[in-house]
């Protein structure tokens, strides 16, 4: 039981490495993203649209109560059948080896303008990639420790843009409600790639210790992550305004540059530097996420994954850095993987429903029966 445990996750781990897989890159342009479409009402489109990682929470919660030994992996194939079950985990596995290369060429291209301009991309991306081959190869259990250490640090930095509502303007974020309701809902639909990665819960909630404290884990995540999201939007629009923010690709790193501490020149750096560690994380998740799918399917063992997919994700981000052609790959994909997580895990838990039902049914039938 102690060795059990000791490979299982604890539900802090669940919750940071649910977390792991949605704080990233992509939300020090999130202002950018949902401004552009909702002007200065963003914020409340990044609420709203927690509608989705909380839908995911709840319906995974109800699967794993009916089936917590048995990821959404298995339950395709036993639900749909091994062909159609796979083609299903296919297609739910190709986001997280989109997410994993989209990422890594977000790393690169930070790196290149705030740290290392003086390196290619190539060496930028084997430096990232290496890192994160690392820690997937040394399995989930590091990896819900690492996302766990991440989570502490980021919500460190995070503490400190506070400083920046001492130099923002109220009148930036007014009118309240002055967009149009369309407006508002298009800004929930580009927060589409930043949402998502709550998906990853129907992976690993059988790897938790305790499976009845799924939900806990899950809504907590939400809570930090939404928590961290919503403030990152309005703190952006407060302290720049509309106006200046569609001017930096990472609007929220420009927030830090109010803060100033006598010891530290530029505390921007200190914020890039704990950036790298929160980019390997998350990083590091969807690359062990991509070969644990495959894992499943085939059989093979998950660190020769791990390698084998090691040239693929060195290749597809130099592809991706080319920001034209990641913009039209994920705006055409993101929603539609969206629409995809939505159909298939609704669908899963009306089939365990139905089933559960007709199970419960047949049971009182032939207690019925017996006492007859």
């Not at 800004?187 to 790897?207: A, N, Q, R």
Request: glycine share 4%; proline share 3%; with cysteine.
């Amino acid at each position: 039981m102690n060795n059990d445990k000791k490979s299982l996750l604890s539900t802090n781990q669940l919750t940071f490495l649910l977390t792991g897989f949605t704080l990233g890159p992509g939300f020090l342009r999130l202002p950018n993203v949902v401004v552009k479409e909702a002007g200065q009402d963003a914020w409340i489109s990044g609420i709203v649209a927690l509608i989705y990682p909380l839908y995911v929470v709840l319906i995974s919660s109800y699967i794993a109560k009916k089936h917590p030994k048995e990821n959404i992996l298995t339950l395709s194939r036993r639900y749909f059948g091994n062909i159609i079950g796979n083609i299903l985990n296919i297609i739910f596995m190709l986001q997280f080896v989109l997410y994993t290369s989209t990422i890594a060429s977000e790393f690169i291209r930070i790196l290149e303008v705030y740290i290392v301009a003086f390196l290619t991309p190539i060496k930028i991306c084997i430096v990232g990639v290496t890192l994160a081959l690392y820690a997937a190869y040394k399995g989930l259990k590091v990896l819900g420790k690492i996302s766990e250490l991440i989570s502490y640090i980021l919500i460190f930095i995070i503490i400190f843009s506070v400083a920046a509502c001492k130099y923002g303007d109220t009148l930036n974020l007014q009118p309240v409600f002055g967009t149009r309701i369309i407006d508002i809902l298009n800004g929930i639909k580009s927060t589409c790639y930043c949402y998502t990665g709550f998906e990853s819960i129907l992976l690993f909630y059988s790897s938790l210790y305790d499976v009845s404290t799924v939900k806990k884990a899950g809504l907590r995540a939400v809570l930090i992550a939404g928590s961290i999201w919503i403030w990152t939007i309005f703190i952006t629009i407060y302290y720049l305004g509309i106006d200046i923010i569609p001017k930096s690709y990472w609007s929220f790193i420009m927030v830090f540059e109010s803060i100033h501490i006598p010891v530290i020149n530029n505390f921007r750096y200190v914020v890039m530097f704990a950036w790298i560690l929160i980019i390997i994380r998350i990083l590091s998740n969807y690359y062990f996420s991509s070969a644990f799918i495959i894992n499943n399917m085939t059989g093979i063992d998950i660190k020769r994954v791990c390698l084998i997919m090691y040239p693929l994700f060195l290749y597809l981000p130099i592809k991706f850095k080319d920001n034209i052609l990641r913009e039209k790959i994920l705006n055409f994909a993101v929603p539609r993987f969206v629409i995809f997580n939505i159909l298939l895990i609704t669908l899963l838990a009306l089939i365990i429903f139905i089933k559960s039902k007709a199970y419960q049914k047949s049971n009182i039938n032939q207690k019925t029966l017996n006492k007859e």
